[in-house]
């Protein structure tokens, strides 16, 4: 693990940031402890010196001297100071030798700044009745004792926090930046194609197990739509060889044919042209697909009478449905709403169900075009009576060149749906299939998928 790399991780920062604010918190608490703590020995130093000065000065005059002489001698810790001055200043006694610089004689105490002396000392000056000058002073070593513990106590403090900060923020991040790690060798192999591979995700679902998931959506995503892809691809190649052969088998025969008649040669020609117009419907039909996917959308959007459409629908496969000795139907409901859409390819779509419908419906059966209309929007819906498509294959027939084995005999590429699909797709319209009970219901509700009511 590269320093840079622990630096970036956020834990490591978070932690950091969690011990500044400790420390600042410390210093705080100390420093709040160190003035109130000051506050009170300052006062306490005050009530000593004024009461000293009181006891002093009540007593004898003519025993003054006397008295600080004793008062400078009891002081063992040699924090007190003491001294007996003339009305105007000049020094009588005891161990403290001149006035402070601004002196007031009024008996209240004062910070004094007097070399010698720890910062904080308090000191008075007092006026005796008889005109002398009573001086005063408390040293502050106690205050320079306690700040001397605190400033102590926060470098041991500081220290401790940098060391047990650094340490835990480290410990903290070192777990995340391995699951990095572990996503980094993952993606890796990802980009190198192998598309199998997914994010490692934990059960403590944390925000980079969140993460991880999403990325293996996105992957999972992307490799259905590559195999997808592949597949259309393979089924393009399949589907279109037998085509080829035929034509190429056709071509073969004419040039191997030495003296062809020429009702021979034309009946040749004939077959290779069918083959190739084959291959141009099933070519038009890929085309048509992509170029459905890719249509902007809103280009031929406009309010759809959804009963127009069907109107055509129908009139274009009668003819063929008589032909064929299948009865088609129509129930309209005429309350049905208009819609927005793209009227050319809902018709294209409608067209490919009924047609699907009519392929498969055998001789005397019956097709009905209904248009509904549901509370959330009008329902298309194309229903036969033939074989139906089972379950299990109701997903697959959608997809391209899908045809179902048991309806083989028919012609067909198996693009109709996957045309339905793509338009349906492109609408935000639902399509489904359903049994019938006999053959089968296709509907596509008209409504974009998900804002219904
Ligand atoms: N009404 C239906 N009844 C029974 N099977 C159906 C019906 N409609 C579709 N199918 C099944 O779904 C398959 C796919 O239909 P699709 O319309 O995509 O292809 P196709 O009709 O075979 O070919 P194309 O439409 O390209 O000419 C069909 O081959 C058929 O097996
Ligand atoms: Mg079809």
Redesign the pocket.
Known sequence: MRPRELWRASPFRLTLLNGAVFAVALVALLGMIYWRTAGYITRQLDAIIVSESTMLANGPADTLPERVRAAVAADGRAIAYYGLFSADGVWITGNVRRLPANAEADNRPRTLNEPGLQPGARGLVRRLPWGEQLFIVHDAKVLTGLRDIIVNALMVSGALILLLGLSAAALLSLPALRRVEQLRVASRAALAGRLGVRLPVSHRRDEIDMLASLANGMMDETERLLWEVKSVGDNVAHDLRTPLNRLRAALYRATQDASPDEAGRREMIERALEETDELLVRFR?LTRIGEIERRDRQACFEAVRLQDVLEQVFELHDPAAEELGVAIETRFAPEAPAVFADPALLFEAVS??V???L???PRGGRVTLRLLALDEGPRIE?V?N????PEG?REA??NRF???Q??LE???????????AAVARMHHFTLSLEDAQP??R?AIDCWPRGLEA
């Open positions: 039909a490919n169900l047609d699907n419908a392929k498969f419906t194309v036969d033939g074989p139906g498509v294959e027939v959608l899908y045809r179902s048991r309806t028919q012609p067909g590429s198996g693009l109709g749906l996957s045309i339905v053959g089968l296709i």
